[in-house]
């Protein structure tokens, strides 16, 4: 099957001003933290009923998901189908992409975090984080690619042919050198093996001398520089970076359109947070966001998920997406973290495994996109473009049997330009409830 991700950097490096834009899902953090990874099971779960152990009710004491657990929610979100690459661990990789052949026939792209620097080791007790950043590698392109130290050619294309490096640039002449030449023998060996990844840069994890105001400069130089020496066939084919505000991410997309501009989530935060981030970031120029905390939190991610889609189609705004989101859990009977006011509150959200770098976009509210669908003459062959299913294979649109109540289209699809707000609330509420199969 087409990968969607394929298709929309092919149209990202095509028509730069496009809206399209590509949201992957990290669910890597075993890569990072240890028993705590997969986050923690609700204190109505029958496992932790069960325990024995007297400190099992403490809530400092809290019980976390299985392997099993995480497994199963990365397949709930590749059946959803709204993402576009699923990020995961080597380990993970292995069980679900090689062995399981989960993404075989989706239009989801495998991919496995290929370095793991020691500011992401963010386990119980550490002082890791507190140290400048090192390069380090765990997992290989071959385990990734085949699951084995040294693949034949024909089972290259078994696992996932993706993968995430990282790089963090301490403004240490010594360690930055360093961190480069670990880069460069990555790239070079990505290219023997025919192995495509997407460059993540962090801030630096410790006090570097820098100014908050010249963050973002360094950190656009830094990705600049570095990649001036690198030819096509070892570039990243996307950027994955700390959002610095809307005058650094609008210079670095115009810099080279044809290395399309993604950001992280960073920590979780209110709801509020995660959907003004993506929207406000995307109006500056990035094309893809990856958020793995901030779903992996979310009291729903499949619920979670679908808002962030319908902002970046330009069918909501955030604040909509939040009052929606709320709707849906009162829906699904599940207690939100937050009450609705607090999770319409805008926050400092942390951007670093361990902290200590915040970003905290605009207050103002994000100009509104036109939720119709491009004009002919935006199209290839001048044709209007009909709604897409995951981004990739054109169908006709079918509203839920339950939902017949607000404006649509002539095709059926929903109008959201004309919806008032509780219109909307009660869409999403509707279409989700009806996707999972809840009556209430």
């Known amino acids: 099957m087409n990968k969607s991700l394929d298709i929309k950097l092919a149209e990202i490096r095509r028509n730069p001003q496009t809206r399209t834009f590509i949201i992957a899902d990290a669910k890597d953090p075993d890569m990072a933290r240890g028993i705590e990874s997969f986050g923690r099971l609700s204190q109505s779960d029958p496992r932790v009923r069960a325990l024995k152990s007297p400190e099992a009710f403490r809530p400092e004491e809290a019980k976390y998901r299985t392997t099993e657990d995480f497994c199963e929610l990365i397949r709930e979100v590749t059946r959803q189908g709204l993402i576009d690459i699923m990020l995961m661990s080597a380990s993970t990789n292995e069980r679900l992409t090689i062995k399981e052949r989960l993404f075989d026939n ?15 080791w963010v386990v119980r007790g550490n002082r890791y984080a507190s140290e400048p950043s090192r390069p380090f590698r765990s ?31 301490v403004n240490c002449i010594h360690r930055d050198m360093q961190t480069l030449r670990e880069f460069k023998e990555f790239r070079e060996e990505a290219e023997r093996k025919g192995f495509r990844y997407f460059l993540e840069i962090f801030d630096p994890n410790v006090d570097s001398g820098l100014a908050p105001e010249t963050m973002g400069a360094f950190v656009n130089d830094n990705i600049v520089r570095s990649l001036a020496g690198v030819t096509e066939r070892g570039r990243p084919v ?31 935060g209110t709801t509020y947070d995660a959907f003004k981030l993506i ?4 109006k500056y120029g990035a094309r893809v966001a990856l958020f793995g905390r901030k779903i992996n939190n979310a009291e729903h991610q499949l619920a979670f ?64 996109v036109s939720d119709r669908r491009p004009p002919a003459k935006e199209t290839a062959g001048g044709q209007r473009p009909p709604l897409q299913k995951n ?7 079918t509203p839920p049997a339950a939902i017949t109540s607000w404006p649509t289209f002539p095709d059926g699809s929903p109008d959201f330009a004309r919806m008032s707000n ?13 996707k999972l199969g809840i009556t209430r």
Do not use: W
């Open 238 to 268: 996307f950027l994955k970076m700390v959002y610095h505000g809307p005058k650094f991410t609008e210079e670095l997309a115009a810099y080279d359109p044809s290395l399309p501009v993604g950001i992280l989530g960073g920590g979780a």
């Open 422 to 434: 509780a219109e909307r609330v009660a869409y999403f509420k509707a279409r989700l409830n009806n």
């Open 305 to 368: 998920i679908e808002m962030l889609r319908r902002i970046v189609d330009g069918q909501v705004q955030p604040e909509e997406a939040v009052r929606a989101y709320h709707g849906v859990l009162q829906g699904l009977g599940i207690k939100p973290q937050r009450s609705l006011e607090d999770d319409l509150q805008l926050t400092d959200t942390s951007m670093s495994y361990a902290g200590g770098t915040t970003v905290t976009v605009s207050k103002k509210p994000v100009a509104a």
């Open 106 to 120: 989706t239009h989801i792209t495998p991919a496995a975090r290929a370095n793991d620097t020691t500011d992401i």
């Open 139 to 169: 997992a290989t392109i071959d385990h990734i690619q085949c699951g084995k130290v040294e693949c034949e050619p024909k089972e290259r294309v078994l696992g996932a042919n993706l993968g995430l490096y990282s790089v963090t640039f």
């Open 391 to 397: 981004g990739t294979t054109t169908v006709s649109y």
């Open 279 to 282: 929207a406000e970031a995307q």
